[in-house]
């Protein structure tokens, strides 16, 4: 099972401030998933990310992916309240379906 | 949409009892899978499976069974539940494609599960 570890794993910030979390592996990920999980719902997924420099933009969000597939990050720009919760990264095993998941970030943006 | 549907959203158990947590998808998804999020510890699989009649173990499957007599459904089953157990618990579903791995789970609301 690949090991994700991710950090921070809390950050508060004020409305209108720039983060960046991150998502790292000792391994090569084939792929990267990024979901985000709201307080009482199950995490939603924002983007997947397979080739290694790959840059992905949703909105204020930016998704990047290592260029040697062990790393990737996701920089918000401009936060909002509606940006808070749990930011979890997620890569499937090799040949495999199934998922494993980084412990997450859990993000504040304080109106 | 119903998407991926868990019931109940909570429940208290006592230690010793056994219930089962109920999870239904629309979408016609072959692979399913549970999960138990703990704080701090992330999202852990407990069991999955592949397709009707296929099923496997997980990180964290102890304590834990599961069947799939349909498509449809993954029902997930406490046998003698103990306070270890107390976590929320999701269930997901994706489309299992050998040409394509990078699936996108669909994730149920959630079960609260408190046992005491």
């Known amino acids: 099972t690949q090991l994700l570890e991710q950090s921070p794993q809390f950050l508060s910030i004020q409305e209108g401030e720039n983060l960046t979390v991150y998502c790292n592996s000792s391994?090569?990920?084939?792929?990267l998933q990024w979901y985000r999980q709201e307080p009482g719902e199950g995490p939603v997924l924002l983007v997947t990310?397979?080739?290694?420099?790959e840059v992905k933009k949703l909105k204020r969000l930016t998704f990047q992916f290592g260029d040697a597939r062990k790393d990737s990050s996701l920089h918000i720009t401009a936060a909002q309240p509606g940006d808070t919760g749990l930011y979890l990264c997620?890569?499937?095993?090799?040949?495999?379906?199934?998922?494993?998941f980084g412990k997450g970030t859990k993000l504040s943006v304080i109106p | 949409n119903a998407g991926v549907t868990q019931t109940p959203k909570f429940q208290v158990l006592k230690t010793g009892q056994s219930m089962t947590l109920q999870c239904a998808q629309d979408?016609?998804?072959?692979?399913m899978s549970w999960y138990r999020q703990d704080p701090g510890m992330g999202l852990r699989l407990i069991h999955y499976?592949?397709?009707?009649?296929?099923?496997d173990q997980g990180e964290v499957p102890n304590g834990y069974n599961v069947s799939r007599s349909t498509t449809e459904d993954f029902p997930l089953r406490l046998l003698s539940a103990a306070p270890s157990q107390t976590s929320v618990y999701f269930c997901?579903?994706?489309?299992?494609?050998?040409?394509?791995?990078?699936?996108?789970?669909?994730f149920g609301q959630g079960t609260r599960l408190t046992v005491v």
């Open positions: 997901a579903s994706s489309y299992a494609r050998e040409e394509n791995l990078n699936t996108e789970a669909f």
């Open positions: 391994s090569v990920f084939s792929s």
């Open positions: 990310v397979v080739t290694g420099g």
């Open positions: 997620a890569c499937h095993g090799a040949g495999s379906y199934q998922l494993t």
């Open positions: 979408m016609n998804h072959e692979y």
């Open positions: 499976s592949v397709g009707a009649g296929i099923t």
